[in-house]
């Protein structure tokens, strides 16, 4: 069965480093999501690419996060610099939108756990 | 932001009985969905219901929506210990973006 893959499962690093995340939606989905959990919360939505275009991100931080799809397959989330509040699960979730009848279901990954020291 | 709210926050049953939690929400819908997460993982798909929708039945999963109330209900029944996990709400407009109520976590004791 195909998966969303992210890496790293794990991440720590200190305050004012740059991290980054990557992810591979399932083959074919055009629709790809950064979401951020805060332990205890629900996912909270950072950005949204449909193919490699920005369709939403309105809730990133942009003056240290950013993202990008290039080439409208894989994806890279970047902080740069990391701070204490930033320790959260990072999610990437994709879904098939083409077609006569989209569909709005998420497949996610397992997320990577990023710890800011 | 959280677009919902959850009921209870937190639920222990024991395995065989039935799991009941509930969603609120405040702006029109297009469709509402429940996702799984067990400790530390990812999100699992349980089941949608659209906006013209009152009941869907999944397995041993029964949604409810009530689009005058904004409210929602997933129904487990003859609950599992494997089915302890966070559950979670999430609501769509009209594009395809999801967001999520803030979870209700159960515990299927044996």
């Known amino acids: 069965e195909a998966e969303v893959a992210q890496s790293p499962r794990y991440k720590i690093t200190e305050k004012s480093q740059a991290v980054a995340f990557w992810c591979d939606p399932i083959?074919?989905?055009?629709?790809l999501y950064w979401y951020r959990q805060i332990l205890g919360q629900g996912p909270e939505l950072l950005v949204q690419?449909?193919?490699?275009?920005?369709?939403?991100d309105s809730q990133l931080p942009k003056d240290r996060f950013s993202a990008e799809r290039l080439k409208g397959v894989d994806s890279t989330l970047k902080i740069q610099p990391a701070e204490l509040g930033d320790s959260a699960m990072y999610l990437c979730?994709?879904?098939?939108?083409?077609?006569?009848?989209?569909?709005?279901?998420?497949?996610f990954g397992p997320g990577t756990r990023l710890t800011v020291t | 932001s959280q677009q919902g709210e959850e009921d209870p926050q937190a639920l222990s049953i024991q395995e065989g009985e039935n799991a009941t939690m509930n969603c609120s929400y405040k702006?029109?819908?297009?469709?509402l969905q429940w996702y799984r997460q067990n400790s530390g993982r990812g999100l699992v798909h349980l089941i949608l219901?659209?906006?013209?929708?009152r009941e869907k039945h999944s397995g041993r999963l029964r949604v409810t929506l009530d689009t005058s109330k904004k409210s929602s209900s997933l129904l487990i029944t003859a609950s599992r210990a494997a089915d302890t996990a966070s559950y979670f709400c999430?609501?769509?407009?009209?594009?395809?973006?999801?967001?999520f109520g803030t979870g209700t976590r159960l515990q299927v004791t044996l």
């Open positions: 979730a994709s879904s098939s939108s083409t077609g006569p009848v989209p569909s709005y279901e998420q497949y």
């Open positions: 083959s074919g989905h055009a629709t």
């Open positions: 690419f449909q193919d490699e275009s920005v369709v939403d």
């Open positions: 702006t029109s819908i297009n469709n």
């Open positions: 219901i659209r906006s013209n929708e």
């Open positions: 999430a609501t769509s407009g009209t594009a395809s973006k999801l967001t």
